[in-house]
């Protein structure tokens, strides 16, 4: 009876042992893995990039490089229907255009020019590569590409910073074409350049200071932010009484938005120098009026 108790005692204590083993080895078991994400769906481009026709592109430059060719041409006909191609095609012969401008051939270069004119707008993208042709080893090239960006104007605004550096260039002929596209491109180029120019009223070369401020005076009120500026150039320069001038000149074409160099003026009406008095009564009355 005993043996009998012992052996029930003892399988008892196996089972819960068992179950025991069980259970701590379910609470270790790693949960199932999970399904994966469904992928959201992408939304159809609402502007698909169109496929490239290199095939059509490489005709058309043929196409224009032919062009540009003929326009060295002796034959006007055959000159006037290169430039009519050259006009279809737009902003695509552009840049053609503007490396026609270098070439050797004077007539080539100047129907080059005439195009680019024509095209307007579409030559604006091109802007910065004229700008770097206005002080080209080739005389006819710079004065090509000035012409070029004069008529863009305010189109070319993009290059007003790069234009107004050749205000300084050794080459009074490519000082001379800056200012007369900073004239063109008109007061839209003030907020890029204006305060450089002011800075040149006070340039050793006293052509220089006569170029900023003609284009300074042409650009009035666009240059109002420069008040201070011009206000202290008369103020400060006792020793340089043509500084002094210009500075009024540019405040008196500011007019009334100079209100804040009134008192500097009115310190300067008894300047020694006539010109200068009579530049800053000018420029009180204008401001005044």
Known sequence: MRNRFVRAGAAAVLLLATCNFFAADAGNT???PS?????????PDKHPVPQAQPQKDNANEKEI???????AASDPVAVDSAKQKLKGFGASAAGALVDALEDEQPALQKNAAEVLKELGSAAKDKAWELSLLLDNDNK???KLAASVLEKLGPQGIEVATQVADYLTNY?????????????RMGPAAAPET??????????KDKGIRSLAMSVLVSWGAAVKECTEELA???ANNPNDADARLKAATVLGAIGPDAKAALETLKKSKDDSDKLVKAAVEAAIQKIEK
Do not use: F, G
């Not at 204006?194 to 340039?203: E, G, I, P």
């Open 140 to 142: 006819p090239a710079r």
């Open 232 to 234: 202290n150039i008369l």
């Open 194 to 203: 204006a305060s450089d120019l002011v800075d040149l009223l006070t340039h």
């Open 171 to 183: 080459e009074p002929s490519v000082r001379a074409m800056a200012a007369n596209i900073l004239h």
């Open 65 to 71: 490089q032919a062009a540009v060719k003929q326009l």
């Open 35 to 43: 399904a994966p994400a469904a992928e959201t769906p992408k939304a």
């Open 30 to 32: 790693p949960p199932p």
